[in-house]
């Protein structure tokens, strides 16, 4: 299975700026995906990350505020923009091989606003 | 739409004893795709165990089973022998069938193994 790096682990940020979270897989994945969990909170997509094109955002998330590169079948970035104290979450990369092989996730992104 | 319900929030289970956590499913697709995965509290999600609808055999991964009930659109895990390091948050998930593999998840159930 693939093995997901992401980074970084955590950070706190003020509000008003942008944080770039990576995301690097050991092997060469067709579906990267991208999840936020709020505290308490179940885990959420966010978007679908296209290599070689846009982003697929699930209803609710707009690529002003969550934009997502993915410039190889290994590396994926999600941004947060402008960031408030409501997106104080866990986020979450994740990678599949083929779309009937179990997802597999990073150890996530702990982001507090401040 | 695809719902996933976990009815409990939290469960208690004593060491080496067997836990059931409970999953009800929704959906009118014939083919789809149910997962569970642990999250401890350092908040990484760990894959746990899958089982397909067509899969006329219960899953089974070392001490975790999945009871597959699917007249009743129930995914129950089964934990044998509880460990303490089974402490954490899981949670149930179904797979889209766009062919995407995205995940729908419940809200999960806290596990807490006592001594």
């Known amino acids: 299975s693939a093995v997901i790096s992401q980074k970084p682990s955590r950070d706190i940020c003020q509000r008003g700026t942008s944080l770039t979270i990576q995301c690097q897989v050991d092997?060469?994945?067709?579906?990267m995906f991208w999840y936020r969990q709020q505290p308490g909170q179940s885990l959420t997509l966010i978007a679908t990350?296209?290599?070689?094109?846009?982003?697929?955002?699930e209803s609710g998330f707009v690529i002003d505020k969550f934009p997502i590169s993915r410039p190889n079948l290994t590396f994926s970035t999600l941004t947060v923009s402008n960031m408030s104290p409501e997106d104080s979450s866990i986020y979450l990369c994740?990678?599949?091989?083929?779309?009937?092989?179990?997802?597999?996730f990073g150890n996530g992104t702990r982001l507090t606003v401040t | 739409a695809q719902k996933i319900t976990q009815t409990q929030p939290g469960m208690f289970v004593q060491e080496k004893e067997a836990v059931t956590l409970d999953c009800t499913y929704d959906t009118s697709d014939q083919s789809y795709g149910l997962f569970w995965y642990k999250q401890p509290s350092s908040g990484e999600m760990i894959f746990l165990i899958y089982q397909g609808s067509y899969d006329e055999q219960n899953a089974t991964e070392g001490r975790y089973s999945l009871n597959f009930q699917k007249a009743r659109k129930s995914a129950n895990l089964v934990i044998s022998a509880s460990q303490l390091g089974d402490s954490a948050m899981y949670f149930c998930a179904m797979r889209d069938t766009s062919g995407y593999s995205t995940l729908t998840f419940g809200k999960g159930t806290m596990l807490l193994v006592s001594p």
């Open positions: 994740s990678a599949a091989d083929r779309a009937d092989s179990p997802l597999h």
């Open positions: 092997s060469q994945v067709t579906m």
């Open positions: 990350a296209n290599q070689g094109s846009e982003a697929t955002y």
